[in-house]
């Protein structure tokens, strides 16, 4: 595993990442909820994009993975601002973002904030305004915990750690909602969506879609699928998927 390297933060704070220069439009990795850049999606991505000579990064949020900072001082706002910073800093021109799960959400709210900039998005199980359904799911144990220490700790299949839930997360999260309203990006979309995945329901992607004032986005249920989407299939489904959406950028760029 090579070094990342890091970005620094006006608060002291570093953010891990790794970029890959290359072709444009540019793909960034927008990793999920305690998960980081070291995924199997986000590697095999990377491995991909370098195969067709194009611009790769992935990142560690605050508090995740190589990143510094403490993982119950994060909140959606703070993550997108991560993300914000390495788009910013770390790039260069168009770039897709493929988000998976919460990523998804940052992803999505990264192409609010500079639409001249994200020009195509790629969903993982996206799971926007997901701390919505985290905070009606909170049993009275866990509100109680919350209530009293600031945060509630909830066992996970998908990490050996439990999901420290924090008060704060769930307040700040309201302020990112982005499902209540029109999506207003016009850009080319594509959502995969496991139809077993127990994490985020898979209507979500059809929702996403709904909402969404581009004219160009696509839904892929995948029957057997799960919440990661990371089988062989799944990748190659992921890379074919990420570069189509790529090719669509470039041709839009050049019709401009």
């Not at 590697?43 to 993975?65: V, W």
């Not at 703070?78 to 790039?91: I, K, M, N, P, S």
Request: aromatic share 6%; charged share 25%.
């Amino acid at each position: 595993m090579t070094q990342p390297e890091l970005l620094q933060r006006p608060d002291g704070q570093s953010i891990a990442y790794h970029h890959t220069p290359g072709d444009a439009p540019g793909v960034i990795f927008c990793s999920g909820f305690m998960s980081d850049m070291e995924g199997t999606k986000a590697l095999a991505l990377e491995q991909a994009m370098k195969d067709l000579g194009r611009s790769y990064t992935r990142f560690d949020y605050l508090g995740h993975g190589q990143s510094t900072g403490l993982f119950k001082d994060g909140t959606i706002s703070r993550w997108t601002d991560d993300a914000l910073a390495v788009l910013d800093e770390c790039t260069a021109g168009p770039q897709v973002v493929v988000g998976s799960s919460m990523g998804g959400w940052i992803g999505l709210r990264m192409a609010l904030l500079r639409p001249e900039r994200v020009l195509g998005f790629v969903g993982i199980a996206a799971a926007p305004d997901f701390t919505r359904r985290m905070k009606r799911d909170l049993t009275d144990d866990a509100k109680a915990d919350i209530e009293r220490q600031g945060y509630w700790e909830e066992p996970s299949e998908y990490s050996e750690e439990p999901y420290t839930i924090t008060g704060k997360l769930l307040g700040d999260g309201e302020k990112n909602c982005i499902m209540d309203n029109a999506i207003p990006f016009d850009g080319p979309v594509h959502l995969l969506q496991g139809m077993k995945d127990d994490a985020v329901p898979w209507q979500t992607a059809l929702d996403i879609q709904e909402r969404l004032t581009s004219d160009n986005v696509n839904v892929t249920l995948v029957k057997e699928g799960d919440h990661r989407l990371s089988e062989d299939i799944d990748l190659n489904r992921l890379i074919l998927t990420t570069e189509t959406v790529c090719s669509q950028v470039a041709r839009n760029l050049l019709h401009r």
